[in-house]
């Protein structure tokens, strides 16, 4: 095998997982990183969990900006699959949501052009279970599938949740409107767990390492739909291999558990540790928002109780997602080890 596939935000969480798989399987990979500063450590990381390490000669890093046209007309050329992951995605939400929506539904856009330009027959998306689960908002759905999207111009959602959504709205609009000359899949993940590849590790984990500092006397009633980022790797990978994933969304979720959930499975994982399992009223919750922003963005998710369908994924991947208390726990004992939490 010799195809290249170009994996934008290659420096990131989920992306150096994907790499190491595409690596391993044979592939060449073009990652694209903001900057080459931390180019080297990403590398030396996706070596080091290689199967065989010589398969880093593979690799190449080129720089790309979501927010430029220069130089993804020579990083898409030649390249037999995109994986577009590279998204803004902070622990604080902007004051201006267009801080995170303009670029994250430009930089999309940006990509699928360069890759129909270079006729790049197949992009897997990395998406995200937030432009699923407010369908039918403020409600709660009996189950949550791949059919369901969230109003990405509702103003109560977090920035975060509205650039998701627009920019895999924006996708999809786009391959429609160019006569579906691109396969494209979206993968749909929750909340992704696991140890990461090197020392960097996705926003994501912080709530874990919140729970496990206790910085907070009392949980918030809010739910999450769980998965490894092994799992969510494999998808994006077998997604290029599967004709039947074309042109369809995939949720990645082994379950789904609240805060509260999350607490009791740590504090029964690590008895020795203080950790914080009772849960806040929704109505202290709300009151504490209006004072604090940080909190007011889980106000939408108060008191909804998610119930996620990933059998579209079990399906067509014939993926058997890992247990997310396994997931959970060995995440907390990666914060533990190596991060002296």
């Not at 095998?1 to 060449?28: E, F, K, N, P, S």
């Not at 994250?104 to 006729?119: D, F, N, P």
């Not at 990395?126 to 509702?154: C, H, I, L, R």
């Not at 006397?217 to 799992?231: C, E, H, Y």
Request: neutral net charge; glycine residues 6%.
């Amino acid at each position: 095998m010799d195809r290249t596939a170009l994996v934008t935000g290659a420096t990131g969480y989920i992306a150096r997982h994907v790499i190491v798989r595409l690596l391993d399987a044979g592939w060449r990979v073009r990652g694209s990183v903001r900057s080459r500063a931390k180019a080297a450590e990403a590398i030396a990381a996706i070596r080091a969990a290689l199967a065989d390490p010589a398969g880093a000669e593979r690799l190449e890093l080129v720089e790309l900006d979501l927010a430029s046209d220069d130089g993804w007309r020579e990083a898409a050329g030649g390249c037999a699959a995109m994986l577009h992951m590279a998204s803004p995605f902070p622990i604080a939400q902007p004051r201006d949501p267009d801080e995170l929506t303009r670029p994250a539904v430009e930089g999309t856009l940006r990509a699928l052009r360069a890759a129909t330009e270079a006729a790049i027959p197949k992009v897997v998306l990395t998406s995200s279970m937030v432009a699923v689960q407010y369908a039918g908002f403020p409600g709660t759905k009996p189950v949550y599938t791949e059919a369901d999207w969230t109003d990405g111009n509702d103003t109560r959602f977090t920035a975060y949740t509205r650039s998701k959504t627009l920019a895999e709205r924006a996708a999809w609009d786009y391959v429609e409107g160019n006569g579906r000359k691109i396969a494209l899949t979206s993968i749909n993940p929750g909340l992704v767990l696991g140890r990461p590849v090197g020392g960097h590790f996705g926003t994501s984990v912080q709530v874990l390492r919140r729970i496990l500092e206790a910085k907070d006397p009392a949980l918030p009633s809010v739910t999450f739909a769980i998965v490894d980022v092994a799992d969510v790797a494999a998808m994006h990978v077998a997604a290029l291999n599967k004709p039947e994933a074309a042109f369809r969304r995939f949720i990645a979720s082994a379950g789904d558990a609240s805060f509260a959930d999350i607490a009791r499975i740590l504090a029964a994982a690590f008895p020795d540790r203080r950790i914080v399992t009772r849960q806040a009223p929704d109505f202290l919750i709300r009151m504490i928002g209006l004072f604090d922003s940080s909190v007011g963005t889980i106000l939408p998710d108060l008191g909804r109780r998610l119930n996620t369908s990933s059998a579209a994924a079990r399906d067509v991947f014939a993926i058997r997602f890992k247990d997310m208390r396994e997931t959970i726990i060995e995440t907390a004992r990666y914060l533990s080890e190596k991060e002296n939490i």
